[in-house]
C-alpha cells in the first residue's frame, strides 16, 4: 500500500516570515483535525499554497520554507499574485462560490479567470505526479481543484483519486449557466469517488452528468470510458473530543484564569441575570445570512417587545475575502444595519447587538459558546456548517437551543435542533419566541440525541469512511465490471476465430452494431455495415445471427434481400437464409388492446415518448424525453404494468431508454440457445449492448466469448467502447 497524498488550496499549517526567521505552526481548522488520521507520519504527504504568494517570499528562504513544511508532511505550490487573484480571488470565489450557493446574480464568467483556474489547477496536478507513484492514493478537496482530479487521470490511469467537495453541489438549472460547466464535470470525473456533503448535492451532481454530459447513471455509479465513478455522501463532522473537553476545562477554571472576554460575559450576566444570549458565528459571507439575521432580529423585538432588554445578540463574523467587492460591500451593509438597530433600540442599560468583526482565538470562541442560551445559524445556503455542531458540542450540562437554517446541510442530521426558514421572518420570530421558553428538561431531550450522534459520527470517522468507500472502490470497481477487449486480447480472439472449424455469431443490431437515432427507424444500416455482414456471412463454416429486439418489417426491409440469418422481437421469430420470418416460439398477442391505452396515457404525458408496436410486443421509448423525468415515469409505468400483467405470463423488460412488454420467457438467450442445439459449433461469440442481450450472456455456454459495449455492470466477459470498436473487431474477424 503506498501514502496518501492529500491536496487543498491551502496547507494545514501557518506560515509565518519575520526577519528571516520562519516558523510553520500547523492549524487548528475543522479540514486539518479530521485529516489527522489520514495525514500521518512519512505515509502521506498534504500539497497545497502556503497562503504567501512569490512576490511575499525571498527567493533565497524559498528553499528553507521547504524544509519547515516538508517536518509538517506538507509541500507547496508556488503562485504569484496574478494567479492567486485569478485563480482563488477571482473564478474560485468571484465565479464558483456564488453560482454554488445559488447567488446567480454574484457570479461572474470570465475568461481569463477561467483561464488562470484551469493553469493553476495544473500546477497542482503537476505537484501531485512529481510525487505520486501509482499505488498512492490521492485525496482532492474543494471547489478550487475541481480539475485536478481529471489532470492527474491523464497521466496515472490507473491511480486512486477521491474528490471531496465541501460546498453544496447545485442544482442543475444553475450549474449549466457556467460557460465551462462540461469542463468542470470532466474535471470531477477524474476521480473514483466523488463526496458530497449530503444526498441532494449527490443529487444535483448526478443529474448534471446525465443530463449535459450524456452519461449512464446507474444508482450512484457512472460509467466514463473503462471506468466506474462512485458518487456518495459523507456528512463532515467535528472533532467532538475537542470542543466537549475544552468546554469542561473551561468550567473548571479559577476565576484568575478567565480570559478578558469571560471576565466581562460574567460581569454582564451578574448585573442582567434575567438576559438571555443570542450567539451567532459566521465567516463574514453573503452566503451565511448575515444580514437578514439582523433584520429578522429587529423583526422578533418589534413583534414580541416584551423582550427588549431581555435578550442581546452577539455577531461575530469573521473576515474573509475582503479583495473580493461583494465582501466589501456586505461588510459595510452589516455596519450600517448593526449601527441603526442599535441606534434605534438601545436603551442606557442595554445594546441589542454585540458585533465582533474579527477572527478569535479558539479560547474564546469556546468562551461565546458555553455562555450562549442559543445559537442562531441563519444561512442562506451552507454546504454543512460546522459551527453548529460545535455549539451542541460545548454544551456539557446538555442546555442550550440550536436555531438552524434549513438550507445548512447540517439541518439534514440535526433534526432535534429547531429548524427555519432564513427568510420567513414571522416563524424565526416565532422560533426564537419558543427558544427562549423551551423547558430545561425539553432542551436536554433535544441535545442528547444530538450529541451521541455528533461524538459517534466525528470528523475523524468522517475521513476513514471516505477514504475506505474510496479503498473499496479500488478493489470492487476492478472485480465487478469485465474485462476491457486490449488489443492483445482481441488479437487471441481473432485467432481462435480463425482456428475454429464451425463458427456461430450473435450480433445485437442498435447501440452494438449501429449508433442510436432519435428516430429508431432513421438508424438505417450504412455501405460500411453491409460490406462488413456481406463478408462475415461468406465465410465459408460461420452462422451470424443479428438478433434484435426490433420488429419483423423493418429487419425484412433492411436484411431480407441480403439473406442475412435474424432473430427479431426477442426471439419471437427467425429467418434463415433470405427464407420469410417463421415463428420461433408460440405465443399470444390478445393482452396488447388493454396494454395500449396504458402506454398511451403514458405517451400522453410525457412529451417526447412513443410507443413501437410489434407482433407480439409493445415498447414505450423514451429515449427523447428529459433523462430525470423519462426515468422517474420509466419507473411509474413498470409499477403500473407490473400490477396489470401479473396473470397473464407477460414481462416488462427494462432496455436502453425503453419499456419493453412481452410474453415471459421470451429472450435473446432462449432463441440463441435453440439455434446452438442445432449444430456443433466450437467457437461462439455474442455481443450486446442492453439488459436485454444479458439473457444471451446468461444463457449461452460458459465457454462464448461474450462482450458488452459500454462500461456497465454485466455478466458478459469483456467490454468494448463503442459501435466503432465493435465493427472494428468484425472486421479483424474476416481479415486473415
Ligand atoms: C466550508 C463550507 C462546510 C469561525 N470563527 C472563528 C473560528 N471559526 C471556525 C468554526 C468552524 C469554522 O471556522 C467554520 O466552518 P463552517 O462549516 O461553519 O463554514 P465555512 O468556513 O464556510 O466552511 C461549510 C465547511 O467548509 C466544511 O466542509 O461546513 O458549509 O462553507 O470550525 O469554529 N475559529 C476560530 N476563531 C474564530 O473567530 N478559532
Known amino acids: ?49 502556503s497562503g504567501l504568494t512569490n512576490e511575499e517570499i525571498p527567493k533565497k528562504l524559498s528553499p528553507r520554507i521547504d524544509e519547515a513544511l516538508a517536518e509538517h508532511g506538507c509541500a507547496k505550490v508556488d503562485l504569484n499574485e496574478d494567479e492567486v487573484e485569478g485563480f482563488y480571488f477571482g473564478f474560485s470565489n468571484r465565479t464558483v462560490w456564488p453560482l454554488f450557493h445559488y ?8 475568461l481569463h479567470n477561467w483561464n488562470t483556474y484551469k493553469a493553476v489547477n495544473q500546477k497542482f496536478a503537476d505537484a501531485i505526479l512529481e510525487s505520486a507513484s501509482d499505488d498512492d492514493t490521492i485525496w482532492v478537496h474543494d471547489y478550487q481543484l475541481m480539475l485536478v482530479p481529471q489532470m492527474v487521470r491523464k497521466k496515472r490511469p490507473n491511480i486512486a483519486i477521491g474528490f471531496f467537495l465541501h460546498i453544496p453541489f447545485p442544482s442543475f438549472e444553475i450549474f449549466r449557466t457556467l460557460p465551462w460547466r462540461e469542463e468542470i464535470l470532466h474535471g470531477l470525473l477524474g476521480a473514483d469517488l466523488v463526496g458530497f456533503h449530503i444526498y441532494d448535492y449527490e443529487r444535483h451532481f448526478l443529474s448534471s452528468v446525465r443530463r449535459l454530459l450524456g452519461l449512464e447513471v446507474s444508482l450512484n455509479e457512472i460509467y466514463i470510458e473503462e471506468r466506474m465513478v462512485k458518487v456518495d455522501s459523507f456528512p463532515m463532522g467535528i472533532d467532538y473530543k475537542k470542543f466537549s473537553s475544552a468546554a469542561l476545562a473551561h468550567h473548571k477554571r479559577k476565576e484568575t484564569e478567565l480570559s478578558q472576554l469571560q471576565r466581562s460575559i460574567a460581569n454582564h450576566k451578574k448585573h442582567t441575570p434575567d438576559t438571555k444570549l443570542l450567539l451567532s458565528i459566521d465567516r463574514l459571507d453573503y452566503s451565511k445570512g448575515i444580514a437578514k439575521r439582523l433584520n429578522a432580529f429587529e423583526y422578533f423585538l418589534n413583534k414580541y417587545p416584551e423582550y427588549k432588554e431581555k435578550v442581546r445578540l452577539i ?44 477572527s478569535m482565538p479558539f479560547e474564546n470562541l469556546i468562551t461565546l459558546y ?41 439541518a439534514n442530521e440535526m433534526n432535534e435542533s429547531l429548524l427555519i426558514n432564513p427568510n420567513n421572518f414571522e416563524q424565526i420570530a416565532d422560533t426564537i419566541y419558543t427558544a427562549l421558553n423551551m423547558p430545561k428538561a425539553e432542551q436536554i431531550a433535544r441535545n442528547m440525541i444530538l450529541q451521541k450522534r455528533l461524538e459517534r459520527y466525528n470528523v475523524e470517522k468522517w475521513a476513514n469512511d471516505f477514504m475506505h468507500s474510496l479503498q473499496n472502490h479500488q478493489t470492487t470497481s476492478r472485480t465487478n465490471i469485465s474485462r476491457k477487449l486490449s488489443d492483445d486480447l482481441m488479437n487471441t480472439m481473432v485467432t481462435t476465430y480463425q482456428k475454429a472449424k464451425k463458427r456461430l455469431l450473435f450480433l445485437d443490431y442498435d447501440g452494438t452494431l449501429k449508433g442510436f437515432h432519435n428516430d429508431p427507424q432513421k438508424a438505417s444500416p450504412d455501405k460500411e455495415l453491409y460490406d462488413l455482414l456481406d463478408h462475415m456471412s461468406a465465410q465459408k463454416n460461420t452462422d451470424v445471427y443479428l438478433i434484435s429486439g426490433r420488429d419483423r418489417d423493418t429487419f425484412t426491409r433492411w436484411f431480407l434481400p441480403k439473406k442475412y440469418n435474424m432473430i427479431v422481437e426477442h426471439g419471437v421469430w427467425i429467418s434463415t437464409q433470405g427464407e420469410p420470418f417463421k415463428l420461433l416460439e408460440k405465443v399470444k398477442n390478445d393482452w396488447m388492446t388493454n ?18 408496436e410489434k407482433d407480439y410486443s409493445l415498447a414505450w421509448h423514451y429515449r427523447n424525453t428529459d433523462p430525470d423525468f423519462g426515468k422517474q415515469r420509466a419507473t411509474e409505468l413498470t409499477t403500473v404494468l407490473t400490477s396489470l400483467i401479473a396473470n397473464d405470463n407477460l414481462s416488462v423488460l427494462s432496455g436502453n431508454k425503453v419499456l419493453e412488454i412481452k410474453n415471459s420467457g421470451i ?16 467457437f461462439v461469440f455474442a455481443i450486446g449492448d442492453d439488459w436485454t442481450d444479458e439473457f444471451m450472456f446468461q444463457e449461452l455456454p460458459k465457454s462464448t466469448l461474450t462482450v458488452k459495449v459500454g462500461l456497465q455492470k454485466t455478466q458478459a466477459k469483456y467490454f468494448v467502447e463503442n459501435t466503432k470498436k465493435v465493427r472494428a473487431l468484425l472486421k479483424k474477424f474476416t481479415t486473415n
Open 667 to 682: 429472450n435473446k438467450g432462449r432463441a440463441a440457445q435453440r439455434v446452438l442445439a442445432e449444430d456443433d459449433y466450437d
Open 595 to 612: 396494454i395500449r391505452p396504458v402506454l398511451e396515457s403514458f405517451v400522453d404525458r410525457t412529451p417526447g415518448s412513443f410507443i413501437e
Open 370 to 410: 458555553i455562555n450562549s442560551d442559543i445559537a442562531w445559524l441563519t444561512p442562506i445556503r451552507d454546504g454543512m456548517n460546522l459551527v453548529a455542531k460545535e455549539y451542541i458540542a460545548t454544551r456539557t450540562d446538555k442546555t442550550g437551543v440550536l436555531i438552524l437554517s434549513e438550507m445548512a446541510g447540517s
Open 103 to 110: 447567488f446567480l446574480e454574484y457570479s461572474e464568467f470570465e
Open 1 to 49: 500500500m503506498g501514502k496518501t497524498i492529500i491536496i487543498s488550496n491551502r496547507l494545514p499549517v501557518q506560515l509565518q516570515i519575520k526577519d528571516g526567521a520562519i516558523t510553520a505552526t500547523p492549524s487548528v481548522g475543522g479540514l486539518a483535525t479530521g485529516m489527522k488520521s489520514v495525514h500521518s507520519g512519512g505515509e502521506s504527504l498534504w500539497i497545497g499554497w
Open 315 to 358: 455577531i461575530l463574523a469573521v473576515p474573509s475575502r475582503s479583495n473580493v467587492p461583494q465582501y466589501r460591500l456586505l461588510k459595510k451593509e452589516i455596519d450600517e444595519l448593526v449601527g441603526r438597530i442599535n441606534g434605534e433600540l438601545s436603551t442606557v442599560n442595554w445594546t441589542p447587538i454585540w458585533y465582533f468583526y474579527r
